[in-house]
């Protein structure tokens, strides 16, 4: 049984920071992409960025330049430094892994979400 667990969302004025990290247990053999998404009430579910085990990234527009993803294989977690953040990035924050298991297939998992929130 495989578990992504997210924390580090919350309420933050404009212009401010905050980091997520979601860290992957259980009978983990290997994780290929992991990701973080975001969700608004009555829109679709939005990749924001992505890290793959070889370390390339890939980022939504709306984001370049102000995100940064990263991973720490041995702790199987990634992270997302959200700096200069707007209003527009107010969402539901959902943590994304492809991961090997014990039986050798490869399945993609989601975490609980995490709110972020930006508001003065």
């Known amino acids: 049984q495989v578990q992504l667990v997210e924390s580090g969302g919350g309420l933050v004025q404009p212009g401010g920071s905050l980091r997520l990290s979601c860290a992957a247990s259980?009978?983990?053999?290997?994780?290929?992409?992991m990701g973080w998404y975001r969700q608004t009430p009555g829109k679709q579910r939005e990749l924001v960025a992505e890290?793959?085990?070889?370390?390339?990234?890939n980022y939504a527009d709306s984001v370049k330049g102000r995100f940064t993803i990263s991973r720490d294989n041995a702790k199987n977690t990634v992270y997302l430094q959200m700096n200069s953040l707007k209003p527009e990035d107010t969402a539901v924050y959902y943590c994304?892994?492809?991961?090997?298991?014990?039986?050798?297939?490869?399945?993609?998992?989601w975490g609980q979400g995490t709110q972020v929130t930006v508001s003065s």
């Open positions: 890290i793959h085990s070889g370390g390339s990234t």
């Open positions: 259980g009978s983990i053999l290997s994780i290929n992409v």
């Open positions: 994304n892994a492809d991961i090997r298991v014990a039986t050798m297939r490869t399945f993609g998992y």
